[in-house]
């Protein structure tokens, strides 16, 4: 005789609140956890998020089992693991004889798509259980597009902060405006960062020390190292990181949370994105903790409501996005860019300090900062014209925190316009200069910032102007991109010249070695 339901909890589902563990509540319901390598190769991973995604998982189905559930678990050494979740979860099937499965929504498309298949190919029923982690539904967002010509985040942002009342005072914005970037966009200046508490670091148990040792025995070639593994693993560490950031980084997140400097890899960010997209870490916990700090006294507006629309307004509105034009959405080249993502952003070995410093910190951190993302990383793949697609799975390789749902939109459309103006209403492109005055990275560069032609000239001002001047007629309509044209119309044809044929030979060496085909 089989079983009821078979709940399937998924690597990023961890969350003792989820909606679909009501569906295992009596003895004769199952919960299963799998581990698989596909997951784990399906792009090169860094150890790092192995590490993270097993543990944290691991720590989970400790936590079920100690309430009651009875837990079917697929640890990635078992001798009797297929190896992928197809497969995984058609043995459980067979062995448990389910009268459904249940899930609580998936957050990759792919594999939604696999449990549907494998559902359908056994017999099985199958049920999604709407995800309550987040804050708004696919169908509020639905609802939200309806009838709209564009999409602007800061609209569905106005109208999330109305739904939920968070920031809000008699029906107006708190602090008089609905978001404070003006006052966020400070530097370091010629002395750097001031003295910044780092984040908790999280000291590895016996049951993470065993996972470290697995994915070091069977991904010994995966990028990334795993010397500065620290991140939270439970709900309980969770939560401690939430209340290290908000005591000591959250007052001077605002201002500074677009500058960059070397050697500092945290600043005054809160890294607690992990917790957040494991569902280890409610997000109403996070908004509400860091509201109740300005409401102490102890944070300005301006930080809070930067913390709270990177919550409430960004992350949501991606999910959105992404749920509402997939799968068409993965397969968008709105700017036909079809060059390889070169190796180099997997190790951080080249010459450029900026590349150099923000993929070194991936590759021991598995994390850089949202600036970092957008105008350095971000910025040079989409001017270098890397594929988006393949931009986004570089993502998934090397991000702690990356998750299909939320890296397809931030990467693809956000960072590298490949949706044509979905996510963006303008390419984020900007030349070396940018990078010069938000970082100190500019000051130990070989290259010049400001010279986009020569030996020395910044790559990443020489691919700007030729990113503009290959894109002059997909992009010269739109209205926020005419300073950008019209400074390119004040170089000469020679200039042009020089800038089109160094491009040329940056690009052919770049490309020469690629990580992902």
């Known amino acids: 005789m089989g079983c009821n339901n078979l709940v399937l909890v998924l ?7 989820s909606p679909a563990l009501e569906y295992a ?15 784990a190769r399906y792009v090169p991973q860094h150890k790092i998020r192995l590490v993270l995604f097993f543990s944290a998982m691991r720590h989970f189905r400790d936590d079920l089992r100690e309430k009651g559930y009875s837990v079917c678990y697929s640890a990635l050494d078992d001798e009797a693991n297929k190896g992928a979740i197809g497969a995984e979860l058609k043995r459980w099937i067979k062995q448990q004889s389910p009268r ?52 602007l ?15 809000m005072q008699d029906g107006e914005p708190v602090g008089g405006k609905w978001n404070f970037d003006a006052d966020n966009r400070k530097t370091f200046g010629r002395n750097g960062p001031p003295d910044i ?45 939430l209340r290290d950031f908000v005591n000591h980084r959250l007052a001077d997140f605002g201002r500074y949370q677009d500058a960059m400097a070397a050697g500092h890899p945290y600043l005054f960010h809160s890294r607690i994105s992990t917790s957040l997209n494991l569902h280890l870490l409610d997000p109403r916990k996070a908004i509400e903790a860091a509201i109740q700090a300005y409401e102490d006294g102890a944070a300005p507006i301006n930080s809070v409501e930067g913390f709270v629309r990177q919550i ?31 190796a180099f952003m997997w190790t951080g070995e080249t010459e450029m300090r900026c590349i150099h410093e923000s993929v070194g910190q991936l590759v021991d951190h598995a994390y850089a900062h949202h600036i970092q993302r957008l105008m350095v990383l971000g910025l040079f793949n989409m001017l270098l014209g890397a594929r988006p697609y393949d931009v986004h799975r570089w993502h998934m390789s090397m991000y702690a925190d990356a998750v299909d749902w939320v890296s397809l939109p931030n990467v693809l459309g956000m960072s590298q316009y490949g949706d044509g103006g979905v996510m963006a209403t303008k390419p984020y492109a900007a030349s070396g200069n940018y990078i010069n005055k938000m970082s100190d990275y500019c000051r130990t560069c070989r290259f010049k910032p400001k010279e986009a032609t020569g030996d020395d000239a ?11 001047s290959r894109n002059r007629n997909r992009l010269k309509s739109n209205p926020r991109m005419k300073f950008q044209f019209d400074n390119l119309d004040r170089k000469n044809d020679a200039e042009r010249r020089d800038i089109r044929k160094r491009a040329e030979k940056l690009k052919a060496e770049f490309t020469k070695h690629a990580y992902l085909k």
């Open 11 to 17: 690597g990023d589902q961890l969350w003792l609140e």
């Open 153 to 167: 985040m800061e609209f569905f942002y106005r109208e999330m902060r109305h739904r939920t009342g968070y920031l």
């Open 197 to 241: 508490k780092a984040p908790r670091r999280f000291q590895t148990d016996a049951l993470t020390n065993d996972v470290i040792a697995l994915v070091e025995r069977m991904f010994p070639d995966a990028p990334g190292r795993l010397e500065e593994f620290d991140y939270p693993v439970t709900h309980e560490a969770a939560l401690d990181a």
């Open 458 to 468: 910044c790559p990443i001002t020489t691919l700007y102007w030729d990113f503009l």
């Open 312 to 342: 409430l307004g960004w992350r949501e509105f991606v999910r959105g996005i992404y749920w509402t034009r997939m799968p068409e959405y993965q397969d968008l080249n709105a700017l036909d860019a079809d060059l390889d993502v070169p």
């Open 100 to 151: 459904q499965v249940v899930c609580l929504e998936p957050g990759d498309y792919r594999v939604r798509s696999l449990i549907e298949k494998t559902c359908r190919q056994t017999g099985t029923d199958v049920k999604f259980v709407a995800d309550t982690h987040f804050i708004s539904s696919v169908d509020d967002f639905k609802r939200h597009v309806d009838g709209r010509r564009s999409l």
């Open 25 to 39: 509540k009596s003895e004769d319901d199952r919960v299963v956890m799998i581990e698989v390598a596909e997951e």
